[in-house]
């Protein structure tokens, strides 16, 4: 037998589709950043590839030009510790992804078994905002390394 809908359930699942509305356009600039993320890796690890084609096809000038060859080596590291640094941030942007989808996740599932847990709600939200901190923070370092290498560059090393 079919039950009515009763008023009061259709107002509590409005009421939290309302609440997750927030952490959901959180989600969507989370993944806005995870592409400007993953954007900037694509381009270290393009330019690793460059270095290496480069290196491959300059063998015979730096077997004799040490100086070139010690600067594309301080290159890779260079650009080797951006890449840590950014997938650091990948990292911790990623999981303030998720941790924003549990917060979503919590929510809906205290009203269905009815368990109000909103210490819970807070501790995930509270770990998510730590979370997105410390990636913004990574990229701004990221942002810093890329402009004090462009100011300190003599010469051209792909």
């Known amino acids: 037998m079919i039950s009515p809908i009763d ?3 259709i107002n509590s ?3 939290l589709i309302q ?3 927030a952490p959901v356009f959180l989600l969507a600039g989370v993944a806005g950043l995870l592409n400007v993320f993953t954007g900037r890796l694509s381009r270290i690890i393009d330019k690793v590839d460059r270095l290496d084609k480069y290196e491959n096809e300059n063998i015979e000038l730096l077997k004799n030009n040490e100086e070139i060859y010690l600067k ?3 290159r890779r590291k260079f650009l080797t510790m951006r890449m840590k640094n950014t997938n ?3 990292l911790f942007c ?3 992804g998720l941790l924003i989808a549990l917060v979503i996740v919590t929510m809906f599932l205290s009203a269905i078994f009815d368990f109000k847990d909103s ?3 807070a501790i995930l939200f509270i770990l998510a905002m730590g979370s997105l901190i410390i990636s913004l923070f990574l990229f701004l370092r990221e942002i810093f ?3 004090s290498f462009i100011k300190s560059k003599l010469s051209y090393i792909p």
Request: glycine share 0%; no cysteine.
């Open 19 to 21: 609440l997750s509305v």
């Open 119 to 121: 210490l819970l709600i």
């Open 13 to 15: 699942v409005s009421q």
């Open 72 to 74: 594309i080596e301080q």
């Open 7 to 9: 008023a009061s359930t």
């Open 88 to 90: 650091l941030a990948i």
């Open 145 to 147: 390394y890329t402009t």
């Open 94 to 96: 990623t999981t303030t």
